[in-house]
Each structure stands twice: as C-alpha cells, then as structure tokens.
C-alpha cells in the first residue's frame, strides 16, 4: 500500500515539474511582449467560406487524417483546425494537382 502510495506521490511531483517547466518556457517565450506558440485557428464553416472548399470536403479530408484538426469541446460542433495545418494541407494538394 505504502509503495503505492509513493508511487502516486511521485507521479504528481513529476507532473507539477513538467507543469512548472511548461510555466517556465511560456515566460520566456513572452519576455519579447508576444507569445510565439499562439497561431489562428478556424471552424470548418470559416475555412469553407474563406476557401471556397465545400465543408463536406473539409470533414472528410480531417476524417481521414489528412487534415490535422482539435476539439475544443469534446465534440465535433467545437472543431478547430490550426492555420499551420491548413496550409500544409493546402501546399500538399497543390503538389498533388501539378504532378
């Protein structure tokens, strides 16, 4: 019971390191006034109406993984995807149609 118990003491104390680490690395990061991890992010119904892209394309393209997309809520309705994997999957298929 004891070992166990330190076990789950050391696994907290390793998450609050990382935590703390994590807490660190933001600092540094805002030091200049601006943090440099934070980028857009878009629902599916922005991306369409900004692209053109018919929403059923997005979802399909995110449903097979070829577009990298998180969940806010837990659920489909608070899908984001992040404007750096847009455009990797708009570079991707531009290559796709030339070759």
Known sequence: MEAERMGELRDALM???SALG????LAAELEDGRPRHVQRSYS???LSEA???P???IWDAIRAG??????????PRGTRVLES???AFEDDARHAEVA
Do not use: C, F, K
């Open 22 to 25: 994590h807490a660190a690395a």
């Open 51 to 53: 692209t053109g892209v």
């Open 85 to 87: 994997d847009w455009l």
């Open 44 to 46: 599916v119904a922005e």
């Open 15 to 17: 998450e609050a390191a």
């Open 66 to 75: 070829r577009v990298r997309a998180i969940s806010v809520t837990g659920g």
């Open 55 to 57: 929403r059923n394309t």
